[in-house]
């Protein structure tokens, strides 16, 4: 069982940077593939981004790429999503979330654990 705790949303202008950090318990955090995805107001929830369990192979939206990172800490239980260049578009509530141990399967799919989710609100 992993639990995740999201922080780092909030209020943001147009243009700006925020990163957002998500807390996982638990031993087993290095072998689970995690994710971020969001969800605008009455829009169905979308893949934002996602970094594998054994190496750095990440991928992202189409949407954010060249503007969002996201990185890990297995020594910190933590992963991160640095959001730059920011546009209304963004402006959701983002999610963490973690695939069973050593998934193998889609980038878009397999999230068996997920956080309570933080609010972005991107103004223009």
């Known amino acids: 069982q992993v639990h995740l705790v999201e922080s780092g949303g909030g209020l943001v202008q147009a243009g700006g940077s925020l990163r957002l950090s998500c807390a996982a318990s638990?031993?087993?955090?290095?072998?689970?593939?995690m994710g971020w995805l969001r969800q605008a107001p009455g829009k169905e929830r979308e893949f934002v981004a996602r970094?594998?369990?054994?190496?750095?192979?990440?991928y992202y939206a189409d949407s954010v790429k060249g503007r969002f990172t996201i990185s890990r800490d297995n020594a910190k239980n933590t992963v991160y999503l640095q959001m730059n260049n920011l546009k209304p578009a963004d402006t959701a509530v983002y999610y963490c979330a973690a695939t069973s141990p050593y998934y193998t399967g889609s980038y878009l799919r397999g999230y068996d654990y997920w956080g309570q989710g933080t609010q972005v609100t991107v103004s223009s």
């Open positions: 638990g031993r087993t955090f290095s072998t689970h593939a």
């Open positions: 970094i594998g369990w054994g190496g750095p192979a990440t």
